[in-house]
């Protein structure tokens, strides 16, 4: 089992930027793909960002203003948002995935992650 705890959260203005942490624990973190997926008001579940074991391997929805990061000796991933806007408002979630298989198609999958952390709220004011 694997448990994630999201936090960076808040109410924030247009152009700001935010950084959200997910701190993880109960299995190896390090042999985990950590994923961020968002959630906004009255829409799905989706995609925003994805690293694998090997920090090199990484994957966005939208790369710029998105940056994704992971501390393995902290057992922490990261979500840096830069220049917000008013529709990155969402509950942001973390999810981690046992599978040691990358492929940008797997890991931008819901169904393809084990865990998931209760969420963020994210709030953009314009």
């Known amino acids: 089992q694997v448990q994630l705890v999201e936090s960076g959260g808040g109410l924030v203005q247009a152009g700001d930027s935010l950084r959200l942490s997910c701190t993880a624990s109960g299995r190896t973190f390090s042999n985990l793909i950590m994923g961020w997926f968002r959630q906004a008001p009255g829409k799905e579940r989706e995609f925003v960002a994805a690293?694998?074991?090997?920090?090199?391997n990484l994957h966005y929805k939208d790369p710029g203003r998105f940056t994704i990061s992971r501390d393995n000796a902290k057992n922490t991933v990261y979500l840096q948002i830069n220049t917000l806007k008013p529709e990155d408002t969402a509950v942001y979630y973390c999810?981690?995935?046992?599978?040691?298989?990358?492929?940008?198609?797997?890991?931008?999958?819901?169904?393809?992650?084990?865990?998931w952390g209760q969420g963020t709220q994210v709030t953009v004011s314009s």
């Open positions: 999810a981690a995935n046992r599978s040691p298989n990358w492929t940008r198609l797997r890991v931008s999958t819901i169904q393809e992650y084990d865990y």
């Open positions: 690293i694998g074991r090997n920090t090199n």
